[in-house]
Each structure stands twice: as C-alpha cells, then as structure tokens.
C-alpha cells in the first residue's frame, strides 16, 4: 500500500510520535514507553511514519534508534498555506463589504 504524510498525520497517535522524535532521538523501547499502547501497535505506527519519511531509524549495536526528519512535513505546510490564502483573501473580502456597509 503506498502511504503519503497526509495519512501518517491523520492518526493522533502518529503525530504524538512525531512530536516525541522532535525533541529526542529514542530507541523503539523508549518510544513504546510514552503511550498506553501495545509495544506491537507503536511499531505498525512507526513502520507507517517510516514508509512515509517522516521517521528514519538506523541500527546502533543491538537497539534501533529513531529519529524524526521534519523535511517531509513542507509537503503538509504547503498544502493548507493554500486554503489559507484563500480564507485569507475571503475574510479580507468580507471585512471591506462589511465596512461598507457601515459607512452606508
């Protein structure tokens, strides 16, 4: 199943991860210990922010390290940056008519 960064942050718990990896690059263990979960649903959620990019874990000895790479979230800032514009432009529209009106 291909998986983009709209699904990951779609999921509460993903984006607590996420917020979790911003601060501190954690062992899977340390992961699993922040939430009221099975250790087995914080790794379906981390393989899901993974096969996103927005998790990158590498091998160190025996634990695996994660880590958060933030880069892929542009794609998400860019997107609603759009539909802010746009209420922008609207609010600002309505603002003037509203202000007309006054003056009327």
Same mark, same amino acid.
């Given at each position: 199943?291909r998986r983009?960064?709209?699904q ?9 991860i996420?917020?979790?990896l ?5 062992? $899977?263990n340390? *992961? @699993?210990?922040?939430f009221?979960i099975? %250790? ?8 899901? /922010?993974t ?14 390290y ?6 892929? $979230?542009k794609e *998400? @800032?860019e997107?609603?940056n759009?539909? %802010?514009?746009?209420w922008n432009?609207?609010?600002?529209? /309505? ?9 009327k």
């Amino acid at each position: 199943m291909r998986r983009d960064v709209f699904q990951a942050i779609a999921d509460p718990t993903r984006r607590e991860i996420i917020n979790l990896l911003a601060q501190n690059e954690l062992n $899977l263990n340390a *992961v @699993a210990d922040n939430f009221e979960i099975s %250790r087995p649903a914080v790794s379906k959620h981390i393989k899901i /922010l993974t096969e996103c990019g927005l998790i990158v874990i590498k091998q160190q000895g025996r634990e695996r390290y994660c880590r958060a790479e933030l880069k892929k $979230l542009k794609e *998400v @800032a860019e997107w609603t940056n759009l539909y %802010r514009e746009f209420w922008n432009e609207k609010l600002d529209a /309505l603002g003037s008519f509203l202000e007309d009106e006054q003056t009327k």
